[in-house]
């Protein structure tokens, strides 16, 4: 069984979310499925048969934040898992690790698994465990939970670019060092029905971080059903 998220940035029509989520729940699974939508959608989702997160979160429980969503409330709203440090936060919006870390914390503290995104940027390619050590860093010694981390290398999201065999098998086995065999890792980054089989084939992988395809209704299927 492995754990198959959707990075689900739908921006389209309301239609298309009801089409989604009627075609997805006719479908058998035996893996865990977790679509997470922008929040502004949550509430559409309120009759899916699988398990339902979030993009992100805010760094506090409620309270005066105009525009920030509060985790209690995604978690009331039926979140059960939030995605924390996705790429396109830490480079469009500058989100650094001491904030990932805090939202890590209080989605902990409300019971949301989070599923933390690490990753290198084309630039820092040759680099990438140095980069890597520095995102899990404030995670290291910490009782890590049901936490999950996701390996999206930046430069394979919507590129169409899949690091080679040997690039994942070392990535993996280098977070997972770090991390413990126990926590699950997500691999992420160019994922379609084509090649998820042979990327979940690589040891160490426990399921996959999926953008482009999960909006694909056809492509989304196969692969839940792998
Ligand atoms: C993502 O958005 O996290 C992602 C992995 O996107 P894609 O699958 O399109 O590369």
Redesign the pocket.
């Known amino acids: 069984m492995k754990i198959i998220v959707a ?1 689900w ?1 739908m921006n389209g029509d309301l239609r298309f979310v009801d089409k989604f989520i009627e075609e997805i729940n006719s479908i058998k699974s035996k893996n865990i499925v977790v679509v997470c939508p922008q929040t502004a959608l949550i509430g559409r989702f309120y009759n899916f048969h699988y398990h339902l997160g979030a993009q992100n979160c805010f760094c506090v429980e409620n309270g005066a934040f105009t525009g920030e969503n509060s985790p209690k409330l995604l978690k009331q709203m039926g979140c059960k898992y939030v995605i924390i440090g ?3 936060r830490r480079m469009i919006f500058n989100e650094q690790d001491d904030l990932i870390f805090q939202k890590w914390k209080v989605a902990t503290d409300q019971k949301l698994i989070p599923i933390v ?1 690490i990753g290198e940027t084309l630039e820092n390619r040759n680099n990438w465990k140095k980069v890597i050590s520095k995102q899990l860093n404030l995670f290291l010694d910490k009782p890590l939970g049901n936490t999950i981390f ?1 390996y ?1 290398p930046i430069w ?4 169409g670019i899949i690091p080679a065999d040997n690039e994942i098998i070392s990535a993996f086995e280098f977070i997972k060092d770090l991390l413990g065999q126990r926590i699950p890792l997500l691999y ?5 029905s084509k090649n998820a089989r042979s990327i979940l084939s690589f040891n160490n992988i426990d399921g996959l ?6 909006l694909k209704i056809s492509e989304f299927k196969k692969i839940i059903q792998i």
């Open positions: 990075n940035k996705h790429s396109e995104c996701a999206e394979s999201i919507g590129t992420g980054g160019s994922v379609d971080l999926i953008g482009r395809a999960s």
